[in-house]
């Protein structure tokens, strides 16, 4: 269950990555498309109108609700998303190059890149996977 939560988690943080296309170091426009990023998977509303902006995001967010099988899931789904993505942000440096590259390594490897998330991170993905897989029973 976990793998498949990092796959769909990698997925997802693919669009989010775009957001930060400028970005290359957290100076104060990379901290505030990092702030705008996190609003956005964090607020419902928010959440809903980037959806309805980008058909590859929306047909994301199908996944995660299947993957997910309830609304609150899905929330703790972008909570998670977030805390990825600020892992990711941190990790590179804001390096928009090296961030690609580790989603792109994680593709290929979930659990490697799991492994690169910080241990309060990896412990809610833990936790999710392990509500998500009791739903599932």
Known sequence: MRRGLV???LTALSLATAALV???SLDGPSAEALAAVLRTLQDPVARGQALAANPDAAAIDQNVKALTGSAEL?????VLAGLVFTDLVQGSGGDLTRMRQSLADGQRDPAGFAAF??????????DLAGRIGDRKR
């Open 7 to 9: 796959a769909g988690l």
């Open 74 to 78: 899905v929330d703790e789904f972008y």
């Open 117 to 126: 998330l910080s241990p309060p991170t990896l412990q809610y993905l833990h």
């Open 22 to 24: 400028s970005a290359q």
